[in-house]
């Protein structure tokens, strides 16, 4: 059937909060309407063109590229018909987002064979028309007709569109939702001109024919442009970062870096060595990637502490260059799971740096390789289940106290496209109404998920290119400022960007802080490059015995009890348990650890045995996916890694063309259908997310310097993790920790504490940044009085010299930080003179910023009344007011006199196992919880507790989830009932009753 019309003018759901179908929903309706081409012009960029056109090519679709861009009335739909016609587009998008003066008429490119403007706008078409080819846009409706003689009159030709949002009409609903909530707006109270027509959907060629009967020249016009316009966007050439040295060969320099690297990884060369390096750098250089690993060892050259990671960890030239520190020949790590000849995608290196270091290194990149070529990968941020939720609710004018009674209950984990049916179905909901229109607002919320509502800057990705980024994609900025991409990663690659991933982590920066901490207590300079205390005896304990709280990656509850069964302190295990914890091979770890203890087994197949040796027959790491696939099938590199790519991205209809291909090739080399089941089964747990092993041996390296330090270095060490704002728990739950450890835990004190927790001599001190709801000016002109003059010797002292409000110094007060200079005064006596100090007549003194005070100043010597001290429970309150939990006391300890009065003998966590197979009553304070379901869909939850003894680990199978879930506060403290079990002697509580303990803060 020959093509009559084109649909020139079209928005997909990446015109935020406009348009609302997907690009692979509106190629899918054209093919089925009978279009062979179709252009995506989305609101002032390209955020979907690479998924557009990969969506173009699967339903046969001739893809024509352009953008709706302008401010205000001057807007313009602009087809790009040349390649150069996309560059310009994207510089002028580019300008259109970073230029506050931006005007398409002046900022408009010279182009006339690259670029076509299509508008409504006479103005516009007057402006542009003598050096730009222009159109004016036809929509079908009132109007039209004055529109077609406008067309004439400007000797332009008139182009029909139908300023399409959605790809079907049933989806207009969709789109006043959106527009609605962009809004912030009821649905009954969205102005006209914010929405669209209903008919602006993805109509037919006879239904554009039927609506436009009296024009069709404006029609056949769609197919001239449509002819013009370049089509073939199937192929983008990799654009890689340009390293920046006056030597013109760029190998020999990075030869000679690595020979230097040998030097001091190795003291000397060996076979080993130059085999491997002679094998990755013929690969690295025929695969263009020369100039990638210099401007990646010139990055992390900036920061001494640092860590690779990822794929790139398995190549030796990262390792000799200082990018990464697991030597990648001693831990057999397969350099072509990074890069191999046949791998077509863009591999990137991962390198993680102390969280807080992140900005300054981005800025310090930003003025060496210029801010015109380097810039973030975006995120597409869409809608989560909770958020879809409360939105849809507020646009329906639901009250904010009911839209939070139902999202507080979906704490747990919801599948897209299976909201109701969840929620409908959850022990949280049970009892309670959901009413008219909550049904409406959550099959709308379910629809919701789908569709990115704006961008943000990507965790880690950057973007540096030899030229200006600008001409690849458009840039514009994050709301924090920065310069991102358009593309979320998956695009850029797609389009041939290579990223380079510098990401925040905090652990990293506690072990700088803890060394920094050392350094300063013992004079002892540990280089992190050089710390490797993977023989410690200490550290492998502390690993073995999974007294890991704080310890990065194996914090988790999962993770240390897997520790625990396993019984293992060294590194080669611990880089088995950081990639097999993975959620979807919970069902293999079993078998694994019977292995581990000794249980006999039989290779998945003989030709994997020598693969799966040092995995106890299991598949473990990506590569191992690879690997089997190469080794049972036949497969070529590129099949076996798409396989994993594939596997990782649970794409079904890829997934069963593969299982496919996979059997046949086992078939085919007489391995039986049995095995080809079993091993597909264990590669379909690498289904999510899963590591590769040079991944989990850096992650593993980490883990073990973070162990050292808390073994050997307890309060340097904790300190620092609670500076950083800790890891996996709470403050409190770090604190408690502290304790168990046999560390005093010391509150705020105006003298002695820093900014942050400092550590040393058994001590963790708290730091002022502790202080809750007292300003930080306050705090930093504390600071910076006491390092410019002294310590302060009195109250009245530290009032004279810094200008604190008066709620800050009751603050100050109430939290025990002005305990060391109350000279004898109790808390009430203390609280009654800073309250006269400030309510006394006196002098205005000068502020700390050259500002005339606002705090009086007494004349006399202040007499303070004799008043009785606090109770321990007003003590307490004042705690958690000002430091945002109790530190005096463990609050089951203000809670035990009860529980001893209740039927039940409460047995300590630090006995349970003693009491293995009884049935036992524990006190516990919950501190981390996780929602789970079963095989069978149901949900249950795991939740650690803790005593003043131990922490331990709960189960609440669904029987007991049904009945308590909606019970448990992660603010108070319980009596568990529930039997002691013990898997590989670790014990955990099957709970079968939970008890609330009386609040600790109520009289």
């Not at 020249?217 to 040295?245: M, Q, S, V």
């Not at 409406?440 to 540096?464: K, N, Q, T, W, Y």
């Amino acid at each position: 059937m020959r093509e009559t019309f084109v649909h020139l003018h079209v928005h997909s759901h990446y015109s935020m909060m406009r348009g609302v179908s997907s690009v692979t929903a509106l190629c899918r309706t054209a093919s089925a309407l009978g279009f062979e081409h179709l252009a995506l012009t989305d609101d002032k960029g390209f955020y979907g063109l690479i998924n557009f056109l990969d969506a173009a090519r699967r339903f046969g679709i001739h893809p024509i590229v352009g953008t709706t861009i302008g401010t205000g009335p001057d807007t313009a739909v602009v087809l790009a018909k040349t390649p150069r016609g996309y560059e310009l587009l994207s510089e002028l998008t580019t300008r259109r987002h970073l230029d506050a003066d931006f005007s398409l008429l002046r900022d408009f490119p010279d182009g006339r064979r690259d670029l076509v403007v299509l508008t409504a706008n006479p103005e516009i078409i007057k402006a542009l028309h003598p050096r730009r080819e222009c159109g004016v846009e036809v929509v079908p409706g009132p109007g039209d007709r004055r529109l077609l003689k406008m067309a004439h009159s400007l000797g332009v030709p008139p182009v029909a569109t139908n300023a399409v949002h959605f790809a079907h009409l049933e989806d207009y609903s969709l789109h006043r939702l959106v527009r609605a909530i962009d809004l912030n707006l009821t649905l009954s109270n969205i102005p006209r001109e914010e929405i669209v027509r209903p008919d602006q959907w993805l109509q037919s060629a006879a239904q554009m024919e039927r609506r436009l009967p009296h024009c069709p020249e404006a029609l056949a016009n769609t197919l001239k442009l449509a002819g013009e316009c370049h089509t073939k966007w199937d192929h983008f050439r990799t654009i890689f970062p340009h390293y920046r040295d006056r030597r013109e060969d760029h190998f020999a320099l990075l030869l000679e870096k690595c020979r230097k690297g040998i030097s001091w990884r190795y003291g000397r060369t060996s076979p080993a060595v130059e085999e491997r390096l002679a094998e990755e750098l013929d690969l690295i250089g025929a695969k263009g990637y020369v100039d990638y690993f210099l401007v990646v060892a010139d990055i992390v050259g900036r920061r001494p502490i640092h860590c690779g990671r990822g794929s790139g960890a398995a190549s030796l030239v990262s390792y000799l260059l200082g990018i990464t520190h697991v030597d990648p020949l001693r831990h057999n790590l397969l350099f072509g799971r990074f890069l191999n000849p046949e791998r077509k995608d863009l591999p990137d290196i991962d390198v993680d740096f102390p969280w807080d270091e992140r900005d300054d290194l981005f800025e310090e990149l930003r003025r060496h390789y210029g801010a015109e070529r380097m810039a973030t990968v975006a995120n597409h941020v869409g809608f989560g289940a909770r958020a879809a939720v409360r939105e849809v609710a507020r646009v329906y004018g639901v009250p904010a106290a009911e839209i939070k009674e139902v999202t507080r209950r979906m704490s747990f984990w919801t599948e897209p496209g299976a909201m109701w049916e969840r929620i409908g179905t959850h022990p949280k909901f049970r009892g309670f109404p959901l009413d008219p229109p909550w049904p409406e607002i959550i099959d709308l919320a379910g629809r919701l998920e789908s569709l990115p509502r704006h961008l943000s800057m990507h965790c880690g990705g950057v973007i540096i290119a030899p030229d200006r980024i600008s001409r690849h994609v458009p840039v514009q900025r994050s709301a924090k400022g920065a310069r991102i991409i358009q593309w979320e990663k998956d695009q850029a690659e797609k389009a041939g960007l290579v990223k380079i991933d510098l990401l925040g982590n905090r652990s990293l920066a506690v072990i700088r802080d803890s060394l920094a901490a050392i350094r300063e207590n013992y004079g002892k300079d540990l280089e992190y490059a050089r710390l490797n205390p993977v023989d410690d005896p200490d550290t492998r304990e502390q690993i073995r015995t999974g007294r890991t709280m704080g310890v990065f990656y194996v914090e988790s509850p999962a993770m240390r009890l897997l520790q625990q069964k396993a019984g293992c302190g060294d590194f080669e295990h611990l880089v088995i348990h950081s990639s097999i914890i993975r959620p979807a091979a919970n069902r293999y770890i079993r078998d694994y650890l019977d292995r581990l203890h000794g249980a006999p087994y039989e290779p998945l197949h003989p030709s994997l045995a020598g693969l799966l040796a040092e995995n106890y027959g299991i598949l473990v790491y990506q590569e191992d996916v690879v690997q089997a696939a190469m080794i049972l099938a036949g497969f070529s590199w590129g099949e076996a890694d798409g396989l994993r790519k594939v596997i990782s991205k649970k794409s079904r209809e890829q997934l069963s063309d593969y299982r496919s291909r996979f059997a046949r090739g086992c078939a085919a080399r007489g391995v039986s259908p049995d095995v080809v089941d079993r091993v597909w089964e264990m590669f379909i747990s690498f289904s999510g997310y899963s590591f590769c092993k040079p991944h989990s041996a850096s992650y593993a390296l980490v883990s073990f310097k973070s162990a050292y330090l808390k073994a050997h270095y307890p309060a340097e060490f904790m300190a620092a993790v609670l500076s950083n704002g800790g890891g996996y728990y709470s403050t409190f739950a770090y604190v408690s920790e502290s304790r168990r450890m046999g560390l005093t835990v010391a509150g705020p004190d105006i003298n002695e504490s820093a900014w942050n927790y400092r550590g040393g001599d058994r001590c963790v001190r708290m730091g002022l940044r502790q202080l809750q709801n007292i300003r930080r000016s306050t705090l930093e002109d504390i600071l910076a009085e006491r390092g410019k003059n002294g310590p302060f010797a009195s109250v009245e002292e530290l009032l004279r010299r810094v200008d604190i409000p008066p709620s800050d110094g009751m603050i100050l007060a109430r939290s025990g930080a002005l305990d060391s200079l109350s000279g004898g005064l109790n808390r009430p006596r203390l609280l009654w003179f800073i309250e006269a100090w400030f309510n006394g007549a006196g002098v205005k003194g000068t502020a700390g910023h050259g500002q005339i005070s606002a705090f009086p100043r007494p004349r006399a010597r202040i007499v303070v009344p004799p008043l009785p001290g606090f109770s321990p429970r007003q003590t307490w309150r004042h705690e958690m007011e000002t430091l945002g939990f109790v530190l005096s006391v463990h609050p089951l300890a203000m809670v035990e006199p009860m529980a001893r009065k209740l039927p039940h003998r409460v047995t300590k966590a630090a006995d349970l196992h003693r009491h293995v197979g009884e049935r036992v009553c524990t006190a516990g304070w919950p501190i981390t919880r996780k929602e789970v379901l079963t095989r069978e869909g149901e949900p249950m939850e795991f939740v650690s507790f803790e005593d003043r003894t131990a922490i331990y680990e709960t189960v609440f199978f669904p029987s007991a989830f049904r009945r308590f879930c909606q019970d448990i506060d992660m603010n108070r403290g319980y009596l568990i009932l529930g039997k002691v079990e013990s898997e590989f002697d670790t014990v955990s509580l099957a709970v079968n009753r939970v008890v609330k303990l009386p609040p600790v803060l109520e009289d």
